[in-house]
């Protein structure tokens, strides 16, 4: 029997607070879960690439689902649906991280490929790879497809919609933005039957459009509201409107890249939300300084979403 697809809608890879030895900051990470919840996100995905998973232990790992998922269940969002990030560079340890992630209480499991011999990962080695791996994992799987931090691999839609027939593979995030790709897997397999998402909110409306079950997008870190009121006009179609606000969210996820990423999304949260410090794990960079025109766009957006 086929396993169960993730529901329609907004989702964000939440970023991770540490204090400046570099240790959780529990309240900081529970305050932002918290707000991403308040703001009507669908779910949150827990040690995404956002939330730094390459950095963390096994241990901090597990430790990052149950914080979310018992904050998320203190306060009253029991429903909000966690998808735990569990990509490894071995079948061994991607399978001893997805069985972690349902112990520590995630509903879904997001695996990326292996890229660190990307001349071996052939077609056939891509799909047995997550066939394997899928065929352990205790929790329904998704792909995720993200060329930027697997040496450029990238799976395109014949992969993908091969291992959509795999019981217990149910989904996929396409953070490569290619709407073609996502419309013709979409075009094969709706919403009911696999959980198609967008990775950048760049393109939310466009896939929307295109038949996606919706996003798991960054940019929602620092304005989830906006997000859902966007979702919500496409969802009572009135386009029109929502290609206003889609137009104001391309800009910010571009604003994002270009003004630090984690480091910068960080900073931000932590001035204009009360929470939380700007420090990152090496190698990426902290944002001390927050100026120029791509910060000024993200305040505008964050201003817009104080307003929701």
């Not at 204090?19 to 009507?40: C, M, T, W």
């Not at 790879?129 to 329904?140: F, G, I, K, T």
Request: aromatic share 6%; proline share 5%.
């Amino acid at each position: 029997m086929p396993a169960a697809v993730p529901p329609s809608g907004i989702y964000v890879p939440a970023v991770l607070f540490f204090k400046e030895n570099e240790d959780f900051d529990v309240p900081a990470i529970k305050s932002h879960v918290l707000r991403l919840a308040q703001g009507g996100v669908t779910g949150i995905v827990v040690q995404g690439s956002n939330g730094e998973a390459q950095h963390l232990s096994h241990d901090e790992r597990k430790e990052a689902i149950s914080l979310t998922r018992k904050t998320l269940d203190e306060n009253g969002f029991q429903n909000v649906v966690i998808i735990a990030g569990c990509g490894a560079q071995s079948a061994r340890e991607t399978k001893k991280l997805c069985a972690d992630a349902k112990d520590a209480g995630a509903a879904f499991v997001l695996v990326l490929t292996p890229s660190v011999w990307p001349g071996d990962m052939t077609k056939e080695n891509i799909i047995r790879y997550h066939r394997e791996v899928a065929d352990y994992s205790p929790l329904p799987y998704m792909v995720y497809n993200f060329p930027t931090v697997t040496a450029g691999i990238d799976l395109d839609s014949d992969i993908i919609l091969t291992l959509s027939e795999h019981p217990n593979i149910v989904g996929t995030k396409l953070s490569c933005g290619n709407v073609g790709k996502l419309h013709r897997i979409t075009s094969v397999k709706p919403p009911t039957e696999f959980c198609t998402l967008a990775g950048v909110s760049e393109v939310l409306l466009q896939g929307l459009l295109s038949g996606s079950a919706g996003a798991i997008a960054a940019l929602p870190n620092l304005v989830p509201k906006l997000h859902m009121k966007m979702y919500a006009l496409y969802q009572a179609g009135k386009i029109d409107e929502a290609m206003k606000i889609q137009a104001q969210l391309g800009q910010g996820d571009w604003a994002t890249r270009k003004a630090g990423g984690v480091g910068a999304m960080k900073a931000l949260i932590s001035k204009h939300f009360g929470y939380g410090e700007i420090y990152v794990r090496r190698p990426l960079m902290t944002v001390a300084q927050l100026s120029g025109t791509y910060v000024d766009k993200l305040e505008e957006l964050i201003a817009g979403e104080k307003m929701l």
